[in-house]
C-alpha cells in the first residue's frame, strides 16, 4: 500500500514513512493510493471476531508486508489490553436507539481506541529503525490526554500538547497536567483550540524545523488514527446485522475535526453496509453548514459550549473528504484551499453538493438542546449521555436503525450531566481522584514563535 498527499506534492510513500510524516511535506494531509474492497463473505467472516482480530484483519491491506502480521497482532493485542470491557467497543441498547460505547480506555474517551495502538506503533518504529520522536498535538480535550497516555515514559519519545485555556473541562485538564512523566510536556494557550491547531499545522509546514527537531503527529492528522478508528464501524455492524451484508446500519457521528466521521466514510468505501453518515455538530457548525449548503465558511467566532471538543472552525480531515469527493484531483483541492485562505471559505459546484447530500446528513444542536437531549434519554432509559454524544442523538432523532458513536464517558462532562439531570454521573475508576493530583502546566501566548521557542528550550541537549 502506497500513501500521497492531497495536495499532490509528494512521491508515494509507505505506510512507516506515512506514520512517521504524519502531515505531508506539501502541507498536505496523508491517503492511501487505493482502498481495499471488502466482499460480503469476508464482512460475514469478520462480523464475529473479537475486536483485537477484526482489527488485524482491517489494518493489514493497509500496513502491507512493512511490518510482519504476527509483530501487528502483538501491537494490537497490547492497545488493548488496558481497556475495561472485554469487547472495547460494546454496542449498548438505550432504549430507541443503540449507542457504541468508546471510552472504556484508560482516559475515558473514543481517542484512546486509536491512540493506544498509534503510541505502540511509534514506540516499535523507534525500536525498528531506530531515531527520535517530538510528539506535537492540538487537543480541544480528549486527544491531549489519551495521547499522553499512549505514549507517556516511552522510550526516544518527547510529547508536547497544546489544550486552550479554559476551554477543556476540569477534569480533560487534570488528565493531562496530572502526568508527570519526563517525556510529557503541556502547554495551555491562550486563545482557542483552533489557535492551538493552526501552531501545530505551522510548526509542520515549517520543514526545516519539523526535520531539525524531528516532529512527529498524534492529531486525527496522522493516517493511522483514521485506520484505527474504522475498525469500530466494522465492529458495531457486525453487532448489530450478525453479518447480514443486505442490513444496512446508519451512525450519528459527533464531530468536529472531521475525523471520526471521516473513518466511517471510509468504512463505507471499504464496502461496509452503511445507510447515512449523520454528521453531529454543536454551534460551532461550519460542518453541517457545508452539508447541507455546499459552502464551507469560517465564522467570526468559535464559541465555547457544553461540548468543548467539538468547538471548532476548521477541521483537519475535511480535505481528505475532498480529495475523494475530487476523485483524486490534488490541483482540485489546491484551488479550493486557496479560496479558503484568501477569503474565509470554500464552494463545491452542484454536481459535487449533490454527491456530499449522498454521502452524509448533517444537524446541529445548541446547547439547550444538548441538555434537553441527555435529560430526556435519561427519563426515558435511565442511560446517560455525555453532552457531545447527546449532540449526535439529537441529530439522527428522525432516523431509524442507527448507531450513535458515544465519545467520552459523561462523567468527563458532569456539570453539564448536573445540568441536565439533576445528578452526576458516577465516576470510572480512571477519573476517580484526579482533582487531588499534583499537576504541571505552562501558559503560553497563542502564537507560532511562541511555542516554537519553548520547543527549543525543552529539546536543547543542555535542558535535557
Known amino acids: 500500500m502506497h500513501y500521497l498527499s492531497t495536495r499532490g506534492g509528494i512521491a508515494p510513500i509507505g505506510f512507516t514513512d506515512a506514520v512517521m510524516m504524519g502531515l505531508a511535506s506539501d502541507g ?3 491517503v492511501p493510493a487505493e482502498i481495499p474492497q471488502i466482499d460480503p463473505p469476508t464482512l460475514r467472516a469478520w462480523s464475529a471476531l473479537r475486536f483485537q482480530d477484526l482489527a488485524l484483519e482491517i489494518m ?41 460505547e468508546l471510552f472504556h480506555g484508560p482516559t475515558a474517551a473514543f481517542k484512546d481506541v486509536a491512540l493506544q495502538f498509534l503510541g505502540n506503533l511509534f514506540e516499535y518504529l523507534l ?7 517530538n510528539i506535537v498535538g492540538a487537543t480541544s480535550g480528549d486527544t491531549g490526554s489519551a495521547a499522553i497516555d499512549g505514549v507517556r515514559g516511552k522510550s526516544g519519545i518527547q510529547i508536547f500538547i497544546l489544550h486552550p485555556k479554559g476551554r477543556v473541562s476540569p477534569i480533560q485538564e487534570r488528565q493531562m497536567t496530572t502526568v508527570l512523566d519526563a517525556n510529557v510536556h503541556n502547554i495551555a ?32 492528522i496522522n493516517w493511522a488514527r483514521i485506520l484505527a478508528q474504522t475498525v469500530y464501524y466494522f465492529y458495531a455492524w457486525g453487532r448489530m446485522t450478525g453479518g447480514d451484508s443486505t442490513q444496512q446500519i446508519s451512525f450519528a457521528v459527533p464531530t468536529g475535526n472531521f475525523g471520526d466521521v471521516f473513518a466511517g466514510y471510509l468504512a463505507k468505501r471499504m464496502g461496509l453496509p452503511i445507510d447515512r453518515l449523520i454528521i453531529a455538530t454543536n454551534r460551532n457548525d461550519i460542518l453541517t453548514r457545508f452539508v447541507n449548503t455546499g459552502i464551507y ?14 468547538d471548532i472552525q476548521i ?49 446541529a444542536a445548541s446547547d439547550v438542546e444538548t441538555l434537553a437531549q441527555i435529560q430526556a434519554t435519561e427519563a426515558a432509559s435511565g442511560y446517560i449521555l455525555c453532552p457531545h454524544t447527546a449532540v449526535g442523538v439529537h441529530a439522527a432523532q428522525n432516523q431509524s436503525n442507527y448507531v450513535c458513536l458515544a465519545t467520552a464517558h459523561p462523567a468527563k462532562f458532569n456539570d453539564a450531566v448536573q445540568n441536565a439531570i439533576g445528578r452526576e454521573a458516577p465516576l470510572p475508576l480512571s477519573l476517580q481522584g484526579l482533582m487531588e493530583k499534583e499537576s504541571h502546566c505552562i501558559e503560553l501566548a497563542a502564537t507560532v514563535d511562541a511555542v516554537k521557542a519553548h520547543l527549543e528550550e525543552a529539546l536543547s541537549p543542555t535542558t535535557r
Open 28 to 30: 498536505g494531509l496523508l
Open 60 to 100: 493489514t491491506p493497509f500496513v502491507g508486508n512493512e511490518i510482519p502480521r504476527h509483530e501487528l497482532k502483538i501491537l494490537i493485542e497490547s492497545a488493548y489490553s488496558s481497556f475495561t470491557h472485554p469487547e472495547i467497543t460494546p454496542v449498548i441498547n438505550a432504549g430507541d436507539f443503540n449507542i457504541l
Open 127 to 133: 525500536a525498528r529503525d531506530g531515531g527520535q520522536l
Open 189 to 220: 494557550v491562550r486563545g482557542t483550540f483552533d489557535d492551538a491547531q493552526n501552531i501545530v499545522k505551522a510548526l509542520f509546514n515549517d520543514l526545516s524545523f519539523k526535520s531539525a527537531y524531528q516532529l512527529g503527529a498524534v492529531n486525527s
Open 297 to 310: 465558511a469560517v465564522g467570526d467566532t468559535v464559541y465555547q459550549t457544553l461540548s468543548p471538543a467539538m
Open 315 to 363: 477541521a483537519s480531515n475535511f480535505e481528505r473528504y475532498l480529495y475523494f469527493l475530487y476523485d483524486g484531483d490534488a490541483s482540485q483541492i489546491r484551488a479550493l484551499l486557496a479560496d479558503l485562505q484568501t477569503t474565509g471559505q470554500l464552494t463545491v459546484d452542484a454536481a459535487h453538493q449533490a454527491q456530499v447530500r449522498i454521502d452524509f446528513d448533517a444537524k
